[in-house]
């Protein structure tokens, strides 16, 4: 029987269990569950949202129905919370362990191994059939929080570089605004561009699978891989079905893990065909225009500020109802993105 580990002996012996398997034990989780046989622990595994890991069994154990017990318990509990997507990283030689349980792999590098239950990536794809145009194509991945006059000049510059561009917004809800709030300020502010499609990421990109470092602070190996992960799966997986042969990016002069992930993507879309192409950010009073200013200048309710580093579809957001609301959210808002 799986049971949940909560108090601080059980945790202690899944840590142990963990780290006997050459792992690292990762506090960053919302349920942490093992199976005991006569008072040992002999399997264990952790979920993180969506994410499961830290699935170890001892070597006694393995072969049985341990992995399938331990798969199944953190399923229902997606279930419970209404998560409807989950994945799992592992390594090459038990990929196929997974592949039984109804696990797709999306991508692999190195040993390591990303995959999906069900067919997730298929099924958002598909959705998206209709977007799909012949061409010199390009995409940007932003998160918008919110929409600035940086985002923009970015998106005006690469659409005028393409025959299509791609705006992918980053669907993950770890910002001030809104997933919903986001994907509207950017619609509104590039409604007049003619050759744009903006779209969410899904988990597929810059989400709590494929790259948490973005949202959370992470070890710098731990972060490298996740950046060469989630850059690969849209160079193999999102990239084809679009035709995308162009990244676009803005310069990075204030966060160490952008301008880290930025300098990363022409060594991992360079060899799978995809050319970066950086652009400098456009400057309001000599300095580059982010969306952490624009968050700043809303918290001190600088009005005067904000006019000069977003455009009207969002100043006009900012002044409504639901925008005062986010104001007060922005009082104790203290994340980078």
Same mark, same amino acid.
């Given at each position: 029987?799986?049971?949940?580990?909560?108090?601080?002996?059980?945790?202690?012996?899944?840590?142990?269990?963990?780290?006997?398997?050459?792992?690292?034990?990762?506090?960053?989780?919302?349920?942490?569950?093992?199976?005991?046989?006569?008072?040992?622990?002999?399997?264990?595994? =952790?979920?993180? *949202?969506?994410? &499961?890991?830290?699935?170890?069994?001892?070597?006694?154990?393995?072969?049985? /129905?341990?992995?399938?017990?331990?798969? !199944?318990?953190?399923?229902?509990?997606?279930?419970?919370?209404?998560?409807?997507?989950?994945?799992?990283?592992?390594?090459?030689?038990?990929?196929?362990?997974?592949?039984?349980?109804?696990?797709?792999?999306?991508?692999?590098?190195?040993?390591?191994?990303?995959?999906?239950?069900?067919?997730?990536?298929?099924?958002?794809?598909?959705?998206?059939?209709?977007?799909?145009?012949?061409?010199?194509?390009? =995409?940007?991945?932003?998160?918008?929080?919110?929409? +600035?006059?940086? *985002?923009?000049?970015?998106?005006? +510059?690469?659409?005028?570089?393409?025959?299509?561009?791609?705006?992918?917004?980053?669907?993950?809800?770890?910002?001030?605004?809104?997933?919903?709030?986001?994907?509207?300020?950017?619609?509104?502010? +590039?409604?007049?561009?003619?050759?744009?499609?903006?779209?969410?990421?899904?988990?597929?990109?810059?989400?709590?699978?494929? &790259?948490?470092?973005?949202?959370?602070?992470?070890?710098?190996?731990?972060?490298?891989?996740?950046?060469?992960?989630?850059?690969?799966?849209?160079?193999?997986?999102? =990239?084809?079905?679009? /035709?995308?042969?162009?990244?676009?990016?803005?310069?990075?002069?204030?966060?160490?893990?952008?301008?880290?992930?930025?300098?990363?993507?022409?060594?991992?879309?360079?060899?799978? /065909?995809?050319?970066?192409?950086?652009?400098?950010?456009?400057?309001? =009073?000599?300095?580059?225009?982010?969306?952490?200013?624009?968050?700043?200048?809303?918290?001190?309710?600088?009005?005067?500020?904000?006019?000069?580093?977003?455009?009207?579809? !969002?100043?006009?957001?900012?002044?409504?109802?639901? /925008?005062?609301?986010?104001?007060?959210?922005?009082?104790?808002?203290?994340?980078? *993105?």
């Amino acid at each position: 029987m799986v049971v949940n580990l909560i108090n601080e002996r059980d945790r202690n012996l899944a840590r142990a269990l963990v780290e006997e398997n050459g792992f690292s034990f990762e506090e960053d989780y919302d349920l942490l569950v093992g199976k005991f046989e006569d008072g040992e622990l002999v399997a264990t595994a =952790a979920r993180s *949202h969506n994410v &499961f890991k830290m699935i170890c069994i001892r070597q006694s154990h393995r072969g049985g /129905g341990c992995l399938g017990a331990l798969v !199944t318990a953190l399923i229902n509990s997606c279930a419970y919370s209404d998560i409807r997507n989950f994945f799992i990283f592992t390594t090459l030689e038990n990929r196929g362990a997974f592949e039984h349980l109804n696990f797709f792999p999306l991508v692999s590098h190195g040993n390591i191994c990303l995959l999906e239950y069900g067919q997730g990536l298929l099924s958002y794809l598909q959705q998206h059939r209709e977007l799909r145009l012949a061409g010199s194509n390009g =995409a940007v991945v932003v998160n918008c929080n919110p929409f +600035t006059l940086g *985002h923009r000049y970015l998106i005006e +510059t690469a659409a005028a570089q393409v025959d299509h561009l791609y705006i992918f917004v980053v669907r993950e809800d770890r910002s001030l605004f809104p997933f919903d709030v986001r994907m509207a300020l950017v619609r509104a502010g +590039t409604a007049d561009l003619d050759n744009v499609s903006v779209l969410d990421t899904s988990d597929y990109a810059v989400s709590q699978v494929t &790259f948490p470092g973005y949202f959370l602070k992470q070890d710098d190996d731990r972060l490298q891989l996740q950046m060469e992960i989630d850059l690969l799966l849209f160079a193999r997986k999102i =990239a084809p079905f679009f /035709g995308i042969t162009r990244r676009f990016i803005g310069t990075e002069p204030y966060c160490r893990t952008t301008r880290s992930y930025s300098d990363t993507m022409p060594r991992i879309l360079g060899p799978e /065909g995809i050319q970066t192409i950086q652009l400098e950010r456009k400057l309001s =009073a000599d300095t580059p225009i982010s969306a952490f200013r624009v968050r700043k200048a809303l918290k001190n309710e600088n009005y005067e500020a904000l006019r000069k580093l977003v455009p009207a579809t !969002t100043l006009e957001f900012l002044r409504s109802a639901e /925008g005062r609301k986010l104001l007060t959210a922005s009082k104790n808002y203290r994340r980078r *993105h």
